[in-house]
């Protein structure tokens, strides 16, 4: 059974940073791309970021470049996402997901990913 299980989200102040964790187990972590998603109520999903199975390849929402970080430990089977200098737009629901290709680059696209986690509440107080 696959499962994705992110943890780390909390209350915030803006401005403090944040890490979030994604552990993954019963699928074949090492050789999928990962993506961090994250939605509001009454919104639509949202790309976050994305990193290719061998963490050598990352991409970022324009929203968040500079300001957070995608990594992954595959013998951990572990995808992390460093946020910092959290601002008032970030609260979220933020989940993980695996691609449904194997030995592929990320995509900003949620039909390119096959697992998904519940997610873990991020909040920033202004």
């Known amino acids: 059974q696959v499962q994705l299980v992110e943890s780390g989200g909390r209350l915030v102040q803006a401005g403090d940073s944040l890490r979030l964790s994604c552990a993954a187990s019963?699928?074949?972590?090492?050789?999928?791309?990962m993506a961090w998603f994250r939605q509001v109520p009454g919104k639509e999903r949202e790309f976050v970021a994305g990193i290719s199975w061998d963490g050598r390849s990352t991409i970022y929402t324009d929203s968040v470049k500079g300001r957070v970080t995608i990594s992954r430990d595959n013998a951990k089977n572990t995808v992390y996402l460093q946020m910092n200098s959290l601002k008032p737009d970030d609260p979220a629901v933020y989940s993980c997901?695996?691609?449904?290709?194997?030995?592929?680059?990320?995509?900003?696209?949620?039909?390119?990913?096959?697992?998904w986690g519940q997610g873990t509440q991020v909040t920033v107080s202004s």
């Open positions: 019963g699928l074949t972590f090492s050789i999928r791309a």
């Open positions: 997901a695996a691609s449904a290709r194997i030995w592929y680059t990320p995509t900003a696209y949620p039909r390119d990913y096959i697992y």
